[in-house]
């Protein structure tokens, strides 16, 4: 008998290690895809692309058949009727996921999709710049019906949007996402109102002027150092639309630098070095497993909000950071921290485009794509109706008009990437960001004197401890839930928005 349970446990210990090295073998192959797509927006010469879109799409099919395989599912299957200890569960919860997932959506449909959104994309472009809708309509039309079928293969009973939202965020229900979209659209429309109306002057333009990029890009260096960026493990290059991508071995950042637009290069290496930190922060015995991986797309932007907004908007960083700022740049002498801190925080007037937007109105722009791709997917929205329904709800939450496509509808790449269910993780992320500052804020006492300081350890410590260590041990709401003691919630994020603005705008309403 206790020879049978040893040679039992012994052979569960090698199906699991079977199971492990096909993950592992999984990861190594996306992962050096990522490389390949690093090198492509970074420094690949224009004419490389046919080659390199062939080799992104090798890797792509060698991961599928991967997972996919047979041998996966059995592996799966003998495991999910093993015992298995608390980490090795998490594992076969992911992998089962994405097994599930990629295997019941055909290949064919699959080919289809990739197929169509790649011609889509410069359908997309020649539309934007000829501001001329029907020219995307058809294929827009086209991309909408392939993502209804996609979702109809993973459940047929589901409502086909949450089963795209659950491609980003698969352990948030749409419920609680629209819940809290529908919150800050009720309570951030009277906030803009009000800084709108407000006779408040703000110092907005204590960044004006041109400034040189490789001064730029020695100021993006102070402030990666400043925040603690481990450089042994990371690097900083430009991107013209700036990300971050790699492993807990090597976290890349990129920026870009506009003469113009000094603090939009602060804040978006700020940004970007919120989603590496947060990379840097998995553990590295979990590397090639989900343990050992970000959760998913609102934990990451939360991450990049936080250090963005939360650090990079506040005062202190301001009376911190602005003397290294003045080192590079000694135009910037006679500006004070307070007007450095008020031109990172003004609410604009004109705000057309989402990527242009402040820390309040950003949100109204994504609820606007998020109603819209939503009633798209369920069928209570024509494609030919897009144009005008794009406008109304600017003109109702935000109070402007767009008077072209390509400054309405048209501005973002996402649906022409076949992206529908992404939007919203933007939200969520900053949601999640002031929530986790203000557990971080309650268990550590107050950042602020430390911000001033130049001190991040003590935030970012408490980050390692409670959401990167983790990777993808526990679900989302379970990490959110053992972090902050709550579920996910709109309420500390409107607590911030109300008293930073009501101080910054005079509101005495709020
Ligand atoms: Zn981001």
């Known amino acids: 008998m206790a020879t049978d349970q040893a040679q039992s446990e012994s052979e569960g210990t090698d199906t699991y290690d079977a199971f492990e090295s096909r993950v ?110 029907e020219e995307f309509a058809p294929t827009l039309e086209k991309l ?127 940004h970007e070095f919120g989603h590496a930190n947060y990379t840097l922060g998995l553990p590295d015995d979990g590397y090639g497993t989900p343990l050992g991986e970000a959760r998913d797309l609102s934990v990451h932007e939360s991450q990049s909000r936080l250090w963005e907004n939360h650090v990079g908007r506040s005062r202190a960083f301001w009376e911190y950071f602005l003397p290294t700022a003045r080192e590079r740049f000694p135009e ?29 109105t950003y949100h109204l722009h994504i609820v606007i794509r998020f109603e819209i791709e939503r009633d798209l997917i369920a069928g209570d929205l024509d494609v030919s109706e897009v144009p005008d329904a794009w406008n109304d709800k600017y003109e109702e939450y935000l109070g402007v008009r767009p008077d072209t496509d390509a400054e309405g509808c048209l501005q973002d790449i996402h649906w022409s ?10 939200s969520l992320g900053s949601v999640l960001a002031a929530q986790l500052y203000a557990a971080a804020e309650d268990d550590r006492g107050e950042f602020n004197e430390q911000i001033r300081e130049g001190e991040f350890s003590g935030l970012n410590g408490w980050l390692r401890e409670n959401i990167h260590r983790h990777g993808k041990r526990y679900t989302t709401p379970e990490l959110i839930e053992r972090a902050t003691g709550d579920e996910l919630g709109a309420d500390p994020f409107l607590a911030h928005v109300k008293s930073k603005y009501s101080d910054l705008y005079d509101l005495d309403e709020y």
């Open 144 to 270: 909408v019906e392939l993502q209804r079928e996609y979702a109809n293969h993973i459940d047929p009973d589901e409502d086909p949007y949450a089963v795209l939202f659950a491609d980003y965020e698969p352990y948030i229900d749409l419920e609680t996402a629209e819940r809290i979209l529908e919150r800050l659209r009720d309570e951030l429309v009277p906030l803009i109102d009000a800084v709108q109306d407000s006779d408040a002057d703000l110092e907005t333009d204590a960044f004006a002027g041109t400034f040189d990029d490789d001064d730029q890009e020695a100021l993006a260096r102070d402030a990666l150092d400043a925040l603690g960026y481990d450089w042994d493990r990371g690097r900083l290059d430009t991107a013209p639309h700036p990300f971050s991508t790699g492993t807990q071995f090597d976290a890349r950042v990129t920026t870009r630098f506009d003469p113009d637009d000094l603090l939009g290069s602060i804040t978006s290496t700020i």
């Open 417 to 426: 990437h076949g992206s529908f269910g992404y939007f919203p993780t933007y």
């Open 332 to 360: 910037l002498e006679s500006v004070t921290p307070e007007a450095a801190y008020e031109a990172a925080n003004q609410v604009y007037d004109d705000n057309l485009i989402r990527t242009e937007a402040d820390e309040l």
């Open 24 to 133: 592992e073998r999984i990861a190594n192959v996306s992962n050096a895809a990522g490389v390949l797509q690093w090198d492509q927006e970074v420094v690949m010469p224009d004419e490389g692309t046919p080659a390199r879109a062939k080799q992104l799409s090798t890797l792509s099919s060698v991961s599928h058949e991967l997972l996919t395989a047979d041998e996966t599912g059995d592996l799966l299957d003998e495991l999910e009727s093993s015992e298995l200890d608390e980490e090795q569960t998490a594992v076969v919860r992911e992998v089962r996921r994405r097994y599930d997932r990629e295997t019941s959506v055909p290949q064919e449909l699959v080919a289809e999709i990739s197929e169509t959104t790649a011609n889509a994309h410069p359908v997309w472009k020649r539309a934007r710049e000829n501001d001329d809708f």
